[in-house]
């Protein structure tokens, strides 16, 4: 049997590594460097929340369909939506997946389980008139600006945050280029590995660490602001370019 699985696989499989401890490996190791730090900190919620609590205990090699899908059924029971169920079936997937590639089980059982359906769209419009109520308000505070730019431009919230004059050309096209967002990042422990007693330097949080250090993947570009807010580059293409109109752009002047 083991012959056989080295002529499958390349070398025997694991059979000894838990669902938890593989996924400690796997956030650390797989995952940290190469994900920015806010899905890092979606998945690391997912993983302590909901996987381990259920199938944490379980060794991966011996993980069924029907395991996965308990993970599921914790989450409904517990009253949360269908999209919460449908990201711990991804995070369960690709945690299998990535235990498929390295050793620790055969094949990804999640595969073979049915995902969560996704949950219908509730997401309204906003009435012309409202929207014209709301930009004549805004027109009389000190930030109706940015509320003019969020309705009439449609930036993201921590694109508009996160908006720098840099990016703003008023002269020549009529367009704001979209290069940051404002994001929390959070910071870990750089005092050295973590034992049984805590860490070396005895605290608990990354962020009261006398050696603390970001919690970011490899070649993360951010610009530090202030306690753990920084900008950072957006989500979808940098440089997008957002069009300003002339209302827009006079009261943006």
Not at 140 to 155: A, M, R, V
Request: contains cysteine; aromatic residues 6%.
């Amino acid at each position: 049997a083991v012959l056989d699985e080295v002529a499958e696989h390349g070398a025997p499989l694991d059979k000894t590594t838990t669902v938890s401890a593989w996924a400690e490996t796997w956030l650390d190791t797989i995952k940290k460097p190469h994900v920015d730090p806010k899905t890092y900190s979606g998945y690391s919620s997912t993983v302590n929340k909901w996987i381990s609590p259920t199938i944490g205990h379980l060794r991966v090699s011996a993980v069924k369909p029907s395991d996965v899908s308990s993970v599921s059924r914790a989450i409904t029971a517990a009253g949360k939506s269908s999209t919460t169920a449908r990201h711990a079936y991804r995070v369960v997937s690709m945690l299998l997946e990535d235990a498929r590639k390295e050793g620790p089980c055969a094949r990804n059982v999640a595969l073979d389980v049915t995902a969560p359906k996704k949950a219908a769209a509730t997401r309204e419009s906003i009435e012309a008139g409202d929207a014209s109520r709301m930009l004549e308000i805004a027109a009389e505070t000190d930030l109706g600006s940015l509320w003019c730019f969020k309705l009439l431009g449609g930036p993201r919230q921590t694109e508009l945050l996160g908006a720098t004059l840099d990016g703003l050309d008023l002269d020549n096209h009529m367009i704001y280029r979209v290069n940051w967002s404002l994001e929390e990042v959070p910071k870990e422990h750089g005092c050295g590995a973590r034992t049984v007693d805590g860490w070396p330097c005895r605290k608990r949080q990354g962020a009261s660490c006398s050696d603390w250090r970001w919690r970011i993947p490899d070649g993360f570009e951010m610009i530090h602001l202030t306690g753990r807010w920084c900008l950072t580059r957006p989500k979808s293409l940098t440089g997008r370019a957002v069009p300003i109109i002339p209302q827009l752009a006079e009261m943006m002047k």
